[in-house]
């Protein structure tokens, strides 16, 4: 087979050969089908949204907006890129994010390698000819040598299953499915499920054009306010004039933030000092309130010092006190994922929200008209927003019908937990490389996506260099892998709320296995690891050199 064709155009006929399928056109699939037509194998991209933007195309809730400032969530590879696009708000929209993607699909011609609309429903190993087949639900059918999986840690939305759902009269939405042309709240009474990072932020949207706003709370979360505000043109040419530096940092960052460690132990720290330094992350706002020392996710002491931080802020900003003590977490901060909001506390001061505790009294049915809760009540709402997350890690890759070596399906290998060596490849399953898979970080998402895709486009360059046919994580690999990321989940508090639900651990999807899905020993230490494995001739993979199943 020809590997001199550079990308395939969207009127290829069906049943053909490609060098590679990338599933996904988001940060980490757009960006690997760019380096995989650059080396010049023939990409077949599959895309279930009508266009580019992964997760950003999806998530048009109100509100919806990065956590992340916009100069350091994006990609870092093409230095034109930097210097020609201007973010204008400090936490981009989802249609400004539309828009970059718009921008970075357009640079790079990259929609002509990509199949948009259409879902992979499988994708089949076939031993005889070391290909993967792959089949969308739209009966298409290609081969490929590789398939590259780049389908995003949270994007299989989870649906609770409450019972009566089916029955709810009027319009419900998940708000990963919210429509494009929007949805009329104004002078409806809306019911939201969840306090997520996404409910945190559509709930002050959704409160300012209801009428009425219900929110039922599971569990609350400790919000950072954002403090977002626009970006002017002088701010954004005195970044660019520090790409260099920003990308440096990132790639040293526990997190991938452009930020120095804080050198600092809260645990030690004397309360007066350690609260001016609270307060002064808190008003500089977002994610690095959790960086404002380096203990906060290791030392009880210390996250407890930021939790009772926290609360105390919401203590001042909520009105009624008895709202204010249910919207205040007591399990450690972090062990869920802080969200940042905007209004978020504020909102519960108003008179057309209120709050519902569904933990204490939890909902027992969707009804025609609304919400029943375990005391009976019941709680009726015009519209009926779920904003209750993912099946993370694992579930857009389960969803599918992947099917590896001997039959195994890769559902029932993970049924009881994913098992990868490094998050990108699992046993079993050859030339399958996963970007943003299961065990690998989570962390400031497009740079470790854009570290992964070249990480693969380097093992591929390896693999045809040596004429070898397949490359799969070893079994003693992928056991010390996981054996690892648990262990250092375990050294962190991030695990210590057992009982908290969290899509780190599986457990906010009823019957999933509860493990440890991310690796948090840090996305610095990560990609070290991943360098150091290419390194060392990819220990911890079998790389077979049969007859290659193409032709160099
Ligand atoms: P999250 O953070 O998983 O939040 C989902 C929310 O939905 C959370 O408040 C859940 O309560 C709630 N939920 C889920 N199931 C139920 C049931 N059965 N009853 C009541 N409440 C329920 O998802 P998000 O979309 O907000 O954010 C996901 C990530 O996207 C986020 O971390 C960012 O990285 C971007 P619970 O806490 O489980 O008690």
């Given at each position: 087979m020809s590997t001199s064709a550079v990308g395939l155009t969207t009127a290829q006929p069906q049943n053909r050969e490609v060098d590679a399928v990338v599933i996904g056109a988001g940060f980490g699939g757009l960006y690997m089908a760019h380096q995989l037509r650059e080396m010049g194998l023939t990409v077949q991209g599959y895309e279930?949204?009508?266009?580019?933007?992964g997760t950003w195309y999806w998530n048009?809730?109100?509100?919806?907006?990065?956590?992340?400032?916009g100069y350091y969530y994006?990609?870092?590879?093409d230095p034109e890129m930097l210097q020609q696009w201007n973010w204008t708000e400090r936490y981009p929209t989802q249609p400004e994010m539309q828009s970059y993607f718009g921008y970075v699909a357009d640079k790079f011609d990259l929609r002509r390698s990509y199949r948009f609309g259409t879902r992979v429903e499988s994708a089949v190993f076939d031993e005889n000819t070391d290909r993967w087949q792959v089949r969308t639900e739209t009966g298409e059918q290609t081969s490929a040598i590789y398939l590259i999986t780049a389908?995003?840690?949270?994007?299989?939305p989870n649906l609770p299953?409450?019972?009566?759902?089916?029955?709810?009269?009027g319009p419900a939405y998940h708000t990963a499915y919210w429509p494009e042309e929007g949805v009329?709240?104004?002078g409806k009474r809306v019911g939201i499920i969840g306090t997520g990072s996404t409910g945190v932020q559509a709930i002050p949207m959704i409160a300012e054009q209801a009428e009425h706003l219900t929110v039922f709370q599971r569990t609350p979360n400790y919000v950072i306010p954002a403090r977002n505000r626009p970006v002017s043109q002088e701010e954004m040419d005195e970044i660019k004039t520090r790409y260099d530096e920003v990308w440096a940092k990132v790639r040293r960052h526990w997190f991938s933030f452009p930020f120095d460690m804080?050198?600092?132990?809260?645990?030690?720290?004397e309360e007066n000092e350690r609260t001016r330094i609270y307060e002064k992350a808190w008003a500089n706002g977002g994610f690095p309130f959790l960086f404002s020392f380096d203990d906060l996710l290791f030392d009880p002491v210390a996250n407890e010092s930021a939790a009772e931080f926290v609360r105390g802020k919401i203590r001042e900003t909520v009105e009624d006190p008895a709202v204010a003590d249910l919207l205040?977490?007591?399990?450690?901060?972090g062990a869920k994922r802080p969200p940042s909001g905007t209004g978020y506390y504020e909102a519960?001061?108003?008179?057309?929200v209120s709050l519902l505790d569904?933990?204490?009294?939890?909902?027992?049915e969707i009804t025609p008209r609304g919400v029943r809760l375990t005391d009976g009540t019941e709680h009726e709402v015009d519209v009926l927003v779920f904003a209750t997350g993912f099946d993370a890690s694992t579930g857009a890759m389960t969803r599918m019908n992947i099917v590896g070596r001997d039959g195994v399906v890769l559902a029932d290998k993970w049924a009881e937990g994913p098992n990868t060596h490094l998050g990108i490849s699992t046993h079993g399953f050859p030339n399958m490389f996963m970007i943003t898979?299961?065990?690998s970080p989570f962390t400031n998402i497009p740079p470790c996506a854009q570290n992964t895709a070249d990480w693969i486009a380097e093992a591929i360059t390896h693999l045809r260099r040596e004429g070898a046919s397949r490359m799969e994580a070893t079994e003693a690999a992928e056991q010390a892998w996981t054996e690892q990321i648990t262990a250092i989940a375990e050294q962190t508090?991030?695990?210590?709320?057992?009982?908290v639900h969290s899509w780190f651990t599986g457990?906010?999807?009823?019957?999933?296995?509860?493990?440890?899905?991310?690796?948090?020993?840090g996305a610095d230490k990560y990609m070290d690891i991943c360098e150091q494995v290419a390194a060392d001739n990819y220990s911890g993979f079998e790389i077979t050199t049969t007859e290659p199943a193409y032709a160099n």
């Amino acid at each position: 087979m020809s590997t001199s064709a550079v990308g395939l155009t969207t009127a290829q006929p069906q049943n053909r050969e490609v060098d590679a399928v990338v599933i996904g056109a988001g940060f980490g699939g757009l960006y690997m089908a760019h380096q995989l037509r650059e080396m010049g194998l023939t990409v077949q991209g599959y895309e279930s949204a009508p266009d580019v933007g992964g997760t950003w195309y999806w998530n048009r809730y109100p509100g919806a907006r990065t956590d992340c400032e916009g100069y350091y969530y994006c990609y870092s590879f093409d230095p034109e890129m930097l210097q020609q696009w201007n973010w204008t708000e400090r936490y981009p929209t989802q249609p400004e994010m539309q828009s970059y993607f718009g921008y970075v699909a357009d640079k790079f011609d990259l929609r002509r390698s990509y199949r948009f609309g259409t879902r992979v429903e499988s994708a089949v190993f076939d031993e005889n000819t070391d290909r993967w087949q792959v089949r969308t639900e739209t009966g298409e059918q290609t081969s490929a040598i590789y398939l590259i999986t780049a389908v995003g840690i949270l994007s299989a939305p989870n649906l609770p299953n409450f019972p009566g759902i089916e029955s709810f009269t009027g319009p419900a939405y998940h708000t990963a499915y919210w429509p494009e042309e929007g949805v009329e709240l104004a002078g409806k009474r809306v019911g939201i499920i969840g306090t997520g990072s996404t409910g945190v932020q559509a709930i002050p949207m959704i409160a300012e054009q209801a009428e009425h706003l219900t929110v039922f709370q599971r569990t609350p979360n400790y919000v950072i306010p954002a403090r977002n505000r626009p970006v002017s043109q002088e701010e954004m040419d005195e970044i660019k004039t520090r790409y260099d530096e920003v990308w440096a940092k990132v790639r040293r960052h526990w997190f991938s933030f452009p930020f120095d460690m804080a050198n600092m132990l809260a645990g030690s720290m004397e309360e007066n000092e350690r609260t001016r330094i609270y307060e002064k992350a808190w008003a500089n706002g977002g994610f690095p309130f959790l960086f404002s020392f380096d203990d906060l996710l290791f030392d009880p002491v210390a996250n407890e010092s930021a939790a009772e931080f926290v609360r105390g802020k919401i203590r001042e900003t909520v009105e009624d006190p008895a709202v204010a003590d249910l919207l205040s977490p007591r399990y450690p901060f972090g062990a869920k994922r802080p969200p940042s909001g905007t209004g978020y506390y504020e909102a519960f001061n108003r008179d057309n929200v209120s709050l519902l505790d569904v933990a204490a009294n939890a909902i027992t049915e969707i009804t025609p008209r609304g919400v029943r809760l375990t005391d009976g009540t019941e709680h009726e709402v015009d519209v009926l927003v779920f904003a209750t997350g993912f099946d993370a890690s694992t579930g857009a890759m389960t969803r599918m019908n992947i099917v590896g070596r001997d039959g195994v399906v890769l559902a029932d290998k993970w049924a009881e937990g994913p098992n990868t060596h490094l998050g990108i490849s699992t046993h079993g399953f050859p030339n399958m490389f996963m970007i943003t898979g299961p065990q690998s970080p989570f962390t400031n998402i497009p740079p470790c996506a854009q570290n992964t895709a070249d990480w693969i486009a380097e093992a591929i360059t390896h693999l045809r260099r040596e004429g070898a046919s397949r490359m799969e994580a070893t079994e003693a690999a992928e056991q010390a892998w996981t054996e690892q990321i648990t262990a250092i989940a375990e050294q962190t508090l991030l695990t210590a709320g057992k009982d908290v639900h969290s899509w780190f651990t599986g457990t906010n999807v009823e019957g999933k296995a509860a493990v440890i899905n991310v690796f948090f020993g840090g996305a610095d230490k990560y990609m070290d690891i991943c360098e150091q494995v290419a390194a060392d001739n990819y220990s911890g993979f079998e790389i077979t050199t049969t007859e290659p199943a193409y032709a160099n």
